[in-house]
């Protein structure tokens, strides 16, 4: 079982930075990839950034490239997701997750290669 909590969700206004963190405990060893997603009400669950667990490759969304970078630190079990620039767009409800497959870099992240999730943090970006 892993335990994923995510913090640093917060309201910002266009053009400003948040960064979020999620904090990884249990049976981290067994995650072979890790992302972040994003949820706006009415749409879909959306893939924002993934990265090869212990480090390595990344992917991110069209939406995101160039304001957005994810990272993690090891010791600390720490996944992280600095968000520069952000816009009204952006407003969503963020999540951590971890799974158990490889990550792959060429399509979209799909939230069903995800088994373990955060609870969620909010980041709201106002005009």
């Known amino acids: 079982q892993v335990r994923l909590v995510e913090s640093g969700g917060g309201s910002v206004q266009a053009g400003g930075s948040l960064r979020l963190s999620c904090v990884a405990s249990g049976y981290t060893a067994l995650t072979h990839c890790m992302g972040w997603f994003r949820q706006a009400p009415g749409k879909e669950r959306e893939g924002v950034a993934t990265?090869?667990?212990?480090?390595?490759?990344?992917y991110y969304a069209d939406s995101v490239k160039g304001r957005f970078t994810i990272s993690q630190d090891n010791a600390k079990n720490t996944l992280y997701l600095q968000m520069n620039s952000l816009k009204p767009v952006d407003t969503a409800m963020y999540y951590c997750?971890?799974?158990?497959?490889?990550?792959?870099?060429?399509?979209?992240?799909?939230?069903?290669?995800?088994?373990?999730w955060g609870q969620g943090t909010q980041a709201t970006v106002s005009s």
């Open positions: 990265i090869r667990a212990g480090g390595g490759s990344t």
């Open positions: 997750a971890a799974g158990w497959k490889s990550c792959y870099y060429d399509r979209t992240p799909d939230p069903s290669d995800f088994r373990y």
